[in-house]
Nanobody, 126 residues
Framework: QVQVVESGGGLVQAGNSLMLSCAASGSTSRITVMGWFRQAPGKEREFVSAVWWSNGIGVHADPVKGRFTISRDEAENSMYLEMNSLKPEDTAVYYC???????????????????WGQGARVAVSS
């Protein structure tokens, strides 16, 4: 079993930055991808970013490209999401996810991730 726990988040003004962290524990050797999804009030959960654990290559959704950066620390079994130039539309609960993905085509699908955190709230005021 794998456990993932988010930290960070909070309330910021538009244009500012926040960092989210996610720590994985347990049987982490089975993880190939860790990612972030978010869910805004009244909306579906959507893919934000993900990183391949083996090589650190990140993938970002179009709305956050150029503003968000994802990274991982293998030694710490941790993943980070640096969020810059935040906008009110970034307001959501952000979920850390991990899974034994193999196909690149699955990386943006929530169904491909087996392990989920409880979520971290991010609120961006205008």
């Amino acid at each position: 079993q794998v456990q993932v726990v988010e930290s960070g988040g909070g309330l910021v003004q538009a244009g500012n930055s926040l960092m989210l962290s996610c720590a994985a524990s347990g049987s982490t050797s089975r993880i190939t991808v860790m990612g972030w999804f978010r869910q805004a009030p009244g909306k579906e959960r959507e893919f934000v970013s993900a990183v391949w654990w083996s090589n650190g290559i990140g993938v970002h959704a179009d709305p956050v490209k150029g503003r968000f950066t994802i990274s991982r620390d293998e030694a710490e079994n941790s993943m980070y999401l640096e969020m810059n130039s935040l906008k009110p539309e970034d307001t959501a609960v952000y979920y850390c996810a991990a899974g034994p993905l193999v196909l690149y085509s699955d990386i943006k699908s929530a169904d491909a991730y087996n392990y989920w955190g409880q979520g971290a709230r991010v609120a961006v005021s205008s």
